[in-house]
Structure formats: structure tokens, C-alpha cells
């Protein structure tokens, strides 16, 4: 249908079995490319793929950067990458150095990485234990699984709680986009409460309500962000009572992407709760985006399934040696973070003084912003995403690329000229805004 439908001609033609060959033939010779003016076509829907992915929009990313149809944008010289919370500074050059000495001197690339990752879940539990402030044998490597990302392991504990009919996930939105994504791409059933609009703190009561209605499945894991994602917020007091609260046979999942900027940990929890499991990641104050390391921290027995349900060889040895080499060196890596915090703290302090802006306060590496009350005042609904829009858009032609999501902007803590630069060009956006 793809082949007939890119020659233009009407798709249901009754046209003859060889015309049709022929014509398949000649179009796949062609070579397809959209006009600049079409949106790209959706990709052909082939009879034995689901029919429930067609539907599902897939994690973009660098939505920001890599789409450069838009006539608008007059390719700024310099991009500042502030839409997906990397630390804005690479590995030291001297640590770049020692990767690339143990790469000629240790690594053979013929042979699989080890399938066990004993030494970095060794590292890693020492780094746990230290960092949550526990006694240093507390959380051993049988507490530990590591994942290609901690995406990876965001799908082995759907694999591993709610695939074939077993689970729906609950989700409280806004949050990070890929629990629900995963879950679906895995045919399993989302479920989403809101956050308050004021604080972004999960509506319990509706969370709650959610958990004794879900029947078809039943929910078996609430994930939790901790600071949220995009919204930058902790898990208050109440938030994190009802989580221990919930029963055994509903799996807690509290993803801490951003501990190293929050020093808040849920941790300790692991010990008293086997349904109970944190996220860290190697992707954020660590410097190792490029490299594709998280873990769980989880009981055992969580940990062992985890186990079972990832691919053999999930890390790439260099990945597995970077991410030993960084927790080697981790004082000189997590240096950084008091700049960013103090970055963050000035770019929020300007960033307040907009009255056109609402901006939350952060215990992450990034800030989150939509357009104030007083800026919509009078406008019609769609004003605030058709206005986030317009800066979105405006930023991005000036090189700042930045996150539009959940209903408002997430811009990246970048270095400090990164951010004198998102400050000027915010500012140029709001002045050049159309009315809403
Ligand atoms: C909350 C949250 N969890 C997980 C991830 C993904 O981390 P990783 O790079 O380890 O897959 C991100 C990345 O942006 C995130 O924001």
C-alpha cells in the first residue's frame, strides 16, 4: 500500500495483481523523499506488527535539535544542548586519557564485556552505601543490577511485574515520559493521576482511587520521580507515607536520576521494603551520557529477576570501565555540582523577575517554567502551550534548544555562559511573543 500510495494514486485502486507487482517493483526503485513542505509520512503500517504501536509516539530525542525543516531558524552558530539534563561538562581530559590507555592496554574487543558487571556492582554498592550515608556493608552487589541506561531496567521491571496481562503501571503526570512509553510499547495498560498545579505534588487521593479501581489488570507498579522530571520538585513527607504505605503486591519505583543534585535519597527504604526499588543513573552529575549506565537498588530477590529478564551482555566493556573509572573518581567528578546548584539558583533568581513567566523552584539540574496568570489573563485556552510554543520555537532558532513538555519548558542548567545566553534569548523571546 506504501509503494502505491507514494506514485499518488488512489490507494483502493482495483488494479490487476501483476500491475500491482510492477508497480511495486518501479516504487521501490524510487527513491522516497517527502516534499520540504509535507510532513514526513507516517511509516507504513505492515500487517503483522502491532496495531497498538501505530498509535504510539515514540521519545524524541533532541527534539530540539535535529529538525532543522523549519524556515525559520537560520542555523545559530553555536547550540547550547540544554533539553535533556546532561552535565554541560565532558570527562577531564587526563580521565578521557586513562579510558583510552585501559581501551589499548585491557580491552579486547573481541571478546563479550563481563556478563556479570561483579567488580562495577562492587564499585556502585560501595558508592550507594557512602552517598545514602549507611553502614559500609549495608547494600551489597546482591542489591544491585545495572542496565544499559536505567531506561533498560525501567523495561526489565515492566518485563519482570506487568507483561502478558499481569500489571498496569500507574504514572502521576507530568513526569519523565518513557515509564508510560515503555509500558506501552510492551502492551501495558498506563494509568496517569495528576499533580497539583501549584506544587506538582501527586493528588493521592486520586492516586489512591486509582489503585482500588484498576481491576484489569491491577496496577502493579507506581513510579515516582525523585526530584520529579520535568517539574524539579522532591517527594514531600505525605507522598512518600502513602508510598510506604501501599500493599506488597504493588511494586514502588522511585527513580533518582537526579540524586547527585538533590542529595535526597529513598534508599534506605530498600532495607525495610522488598517492594521497594531506587534508580540512579552514570547519564547525569557523573558526565557518562555517552556511555549508558544505570542501576537498580533493590532486595535481592528483585535484583535476581532483574537479572533474569535483561540481555546477557547489556553493557559494552568501555561502558563498564567508564563508569569504574568515574566512581574512582568521583570527588573530581561531582566537583562541579555546587556551580551548577549555584547556576541554577542565579538563572531561577532572573528568570523570577519575568512577570510574563511562572517558574517553580528546582532540587534538580534543570528549571521548569510556563507562562504566568497575569500573561494569560483573558487569553483563550490554548494560549500557555500556544505561547511556550512561540519561546520554544524562538530559543531554538536562537541555538537554546530546551524541553517543551508536560504543559511548560524544562531548560538544562548549562555552564554559566550557557546560561547568560538562555537568559538573553528568553528574554528576546518574550519581547518578540505574539498575542496569545
Ligand atoms: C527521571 C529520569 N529517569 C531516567 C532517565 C534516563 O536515564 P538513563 O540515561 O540512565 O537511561 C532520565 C533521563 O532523562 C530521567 O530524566
Known amino acids: 500500500m506504501r509503494y502505491i500510495a507514494s506514485l499518488h494514486l488512489p490507494p483502493l485502486l482495483p488494479l490487476p495483481p501483476y500491475l500491482l507487482y510492477l508497480l511495486y517493483l518501479l516504487s ?14 507516517s511509516p507504513p503500517m505492515l500487517p503483522f ?3 497498538d504501536l501505530a498509535q504510539l509516539t515514540a521519545y524524541t530525542p533532541h527534539p530540539g535539535g535535529s529538525d532543522d525543516s523549519d524556515a525559520n531558524v537560520t542555523s545559530p552558530q553555536t547550540i547550547d544542548p540544554l533539553d535533556t539534563n546532561e552535565s554541560p561538562f565532558d570527562l577531564p581530559i587526563a580521565l578521557k586519557e586513562k579510558l583510552a590507555d585501559s581501551y589499548l592496554s585491557n580491552l579486547a574487543s573481541n571478546r563479550y564485556p563481563d556478563g556479570e558487571h561483579l567488580r562495577l556492582k562492587q564499585a556502585i554498592a560501595d558508592y550507594v552505601n557512602e552517598s545514602a550515608k549507611l553502614p559500609v556493608d549495608a547494600l551489597t552487589t546482591a542489591n544491585i543490577s545495572i542496565g544499559n541506561g536505567s531506561d533498560e531496567l525501567i523495561r526489565s521491571l515492566l518485563i519482570a511485574t506487568c507483561v502478558g496481562g499481569a500489571g498496569s503501571i500507574l504514572t502521576a503526570n507530568p513526569t519523565f515520559s518513557m515509564y508510560a512509553i515503555l509500558a506501552r510499547t ?43 522530571s520535568p517539574t524539579g520538585n522532591a517527594l514531600t513527607e505525605a507522598e512518600l507515607t502513602w508510598l510506604r504505605g501501599l500493599p506488597e503486591d504493588i511494586l514502588v519505583v522511585v527513580d533518582e536520576a537526579y540524586f547527585e543534585f538533590s542529595q535526597r535519597t529513598t534508599v534506605e527504604e530498600v532495607r525495610q521494603h522488598p517492594n521497594w526499588v531506587v534508580l540512579h543513573t552514570f547519564s547525569k552529575a557523573f558526565r557518562l551520557a555517552a556511555h549508558r549506565v544505570g542501576y537498580a537498588i533493590a532486595h535481592p530477590t528483585l535484583i535476581g529477576t532483574l537479572e533474569k529478564t535483561r540481555l546477557p551482555y547489556n553493557l559494552p566493556s568501555f561502558s563498564q570501565t567508564a563508569a569504574l573509572l568515574a566512581l574512582r573518581h568521583r570527588q573530581e567528578l561531582l566537583e562541579t555540582i555546587p556551580l551548577l546548584l549555584k547556576e541554577r539558583s542565579t538563572l531561577l533568581h532572573a528568570l523570577r523577575e519575568e512577570p510574563t513567566l511562572q517558574v517553580w523552584p528546582s532540587k534538580a539540574n534543570f528549571i ?4 504566568s496568570q497575569k500573561a494569560l489573563d483573558g487569553t483563550a485556552p490554548q494560549a500557555q502551550e500556544r505561547g511556550l510554543n512561540q519561546l520554544f520555537q524562538t ?7 530546551i524541553r517543551q513538555t508536560g504543559g ?7 555552564t554559566p555562559e550557557e546560561n547568560q545566553r538562555t537568559l538573553t534569548h528568553l528574554k528576546q523571546a518574550i519581547k518578540t511573543l505574539h498575542p496569545l
Open 408 to 414: 511548560g519548558l524544562r531548560i538544562t542548567i548549562g
Open 395 to 401: 530559543l531554538k532558532s536562537k541555538g537554546t534548544l
Open 28 to 41: 521501490s526503485r524510487l527513491p522516497i523523499s517527502p516534499s520540504p513542505h509535507l510532513p514526513h509520512p
Open 368 to 371: 521548569y517554567l510556563r507562562l
Open 186 to 228: 510492551l502492551g501495558v495498560p498506563v494509568v496517569s493521576v495528576n499533580r497539583s498545579e501549584q506544587t506538582f505534588e501527586v493528588d493521592l487521593a486520586a492516586a489512591q482511587m486509582a489503585i482500588e479501581q484498576t481491576h484489569q489488570p491491577p496496577i502493579r507498579i507506581v513510579f515516582m520521580v525523585h526530584p520529579n
Open 49 to 51: 506488527l502491532r496495531p
